[in-house]
């Protein structure tokens, strides 16, 4: 296996809410999400994610499948679904080829609610687990952005029902869980925290140009108190994922993730004609890639990633 998981090994969960290594040594991983894998699997290769890791510094890598979405895991057909599956294989291969961990995302969006294809997450995450509880790179994220109406007994409710279910095969491997308004309310989890599992993180996400001051301070007080966080998505522009990025607003973001020791995972790699995306549209590489092929936010996480201070001032 590469570099990144032979420095660092198997992750897990300390009791002051760290992601650490072998050595109980705290872990800050950094890298990038796919967007959809229905519509983005190109970029799911190995040569890519040996990119990733060797030019830009990348440690982790998030596989987005969306569920209710076009073509998602829960509407589409069989034949669907078995493609989906492919990808997320080549990609955790891939991954695990050259070193990097690799986080298996149930993308729930417009599905607002988890419990609403609670039984095809059962299902899901039976089959993935067994398939890759043997790999030590390997992260379940069990859902993405719960939203809408959907409150935090609902999703707690669902990951007390999933997490067994992954427990049975993969006794390891740090789980993931989404938290209320599109995974933002972390103050939920500390006020009522899921007891059943304790190699467990919950996820919050940010769009500096939308999630400012405000939204730090509360991140912060949450942090403070040692709920294990995982920022499994950002980006430097707005929740829309468009208009300008914020860099002053995004470099307080990784300055205050860094205080707490949190890792964190940038939307989107692909192409698509927005903001977040990695790729300017014309670019049709899926590997190798130039600063002339990166939007500016890629490129100013590039950077970062690189270690270039400049890019944080």
């Not at 660092?8 to 800050?28: E, M, P, Q, S």
């Not at 599992?197 to 730090?216: I, Q, S």
Request: a negative charge; hydrophobic letters at 40%; glycine letters at 8%.
């Amino acid at each position: 296996m590469g570099t990144k998981y032979d420095k660092y090994g198997a992750l897990h969960v300390n009791a002051a809410g760290r992601l650490v290594d072998r050595n109980g040594t705290a872990v800050v991983l950094r890298g990038f999400s796919t967007h959809g894998l229905s519509w983005y699997p190109q970029y799911v290769n190995r040569d890519f994610f040996a990119f990733m890791s060797e030019k830009w510094n990348a440690d982790v890598i998030r596989l987005a499948m969306y569920t209710d979405e076009k073509d998602g895991y829960c509407v589409g057909d069989d034949a669907n679904k078995a493609r989906l599956l492919e990808v997320i294989d080549r990609g955790v291969k891939a991954a695990t080829e050259v070193g990097l961990y690799v986080v298996i995302d149930w993308h729930i969006l417009h599905d607002n609610n988890p419990l609403m294809h609670k039984d095809e997450a059962l299902a899901f995450f039976d089959l993935i687990a067994k398939k890759y509880h043997a790999y030590g790179n390997v992260f379940y994220e069990i859902c993405n952005e719960p939203n809408g109406d959907c409150t935090w007994k609902d999703i707690k409710e669902y990951a007390q029902a999933v997490i067994p279910v992954i427990r049975k095969h993969d006794k390891y491997a740090v789980i993931l869980c989404g938290t209320p308004h599109w995974s933002q309310n972390i103050e939920d989890a500390v006020a009522d925290p899921i007891t059943i599992d304790d190699n467990l993180m919950y996820v919050f996400h940010f769009y500096a140009d939308t999630h400012r001051k405000e939204f730090r301070d509360r991140f912060e007080a949450v942090a403070g108190k040692g709920l294990p966080l995982f920022i499994s998505e950002f980006g430097c522009c707005d929740a829309s994922g468009n208009y300008s990025n914020n860099f002053e607003e995004s470099s307080g973001w990784l300055s205050l993730a860094d205080k707490y020791d949190v890792s964190r995972i940038m939307w989107n790699i692909s192409n698509r004609d927005e903001t977040s995306a990695s790729f300017v549209p014309g670019c049709t590489k899926i590997s190798g890639f130039e600063d002339e092929d990166l939007n500016e936010g890629c490129r100013w996480f590039v950077g970062i990633l690189a270690g270039d201070p400049a890019k944080r001032d």
